[in-house]
């Protein structure tokens, strides 16, 4: 088992789990001490089924992943392309949340960059204003980052950990 920070050796029959930014993680003894060490999970119960009863057949979804379709992020600068788009209209804050119906605050939270608007609320902007604001985005080959020393994949190895 290996350091799922790191990389490094840990232990298998007493591994270290922390919570690192609100992540549980396997880790070994160093980076144990980015987060918090938390108590092993406990085994979940499970109910045997009775003799003679079969399980609940399941649909088969096939070998389809939600990993291999691209998802929506919004771009960058959302904020500015709003207002501009608004601007150019010729709307104030009030006409655009009339057309998108949201209330005015909610305008002005996602112009200022205060607030980031969910997929939903996004798409009612896009329409509204016929801009785009969600861009389709491929999931990242981790395989190109794998450690090289030991060949699997470490958060260690795509990332830089600053150290206090």
Do not use: H
Request: with cysteine.
């Amino acid at each position: 088992m290996e350091c799922e920070i790191c990389g490094k050796t840990v232990p298998e029959n007493n591994p270290i789990r922390a919570k690192i930014e609100g992540s549980v993680m396997v880790v070994c003894k160093e980076c144990s001490k980015l987060g918090t060490i938390q108590k092993a999970p406990q085994q979940p119960k499970f109910r045997q089924q009775p003799k003679g009863k079969k399980a609940k057949n399941t649909k088969n979804t096939g070998n389809y992943s939600r990993r291999d379709e691209p998802s929506e992020e919004l771009i960058e600068d959302f904020n500015l392309k709003i207002r501009k788009a608004r601007e150019t209209k010729n709307w104030s804050r009030e006409d655009l949340g009339k057309k998108i119906n949201e209330r005015v605050s909610v305008i002005t939270r996602i112009e200022t960059g205060k607030m980031t608007p969910d997929t939903k609320l996004t798409k009612k902007i896009e329409k509204t204003l016929n801009i785009k604001l969600l861009e389709k985005v491929n999931n990242i080959d981790l395989n190109q980052f794998i450690n090289t020393s030991t060949g699997e994949r470490a958060l260690g190895s795509i990332m830089k950990i600053k150290r206090k």
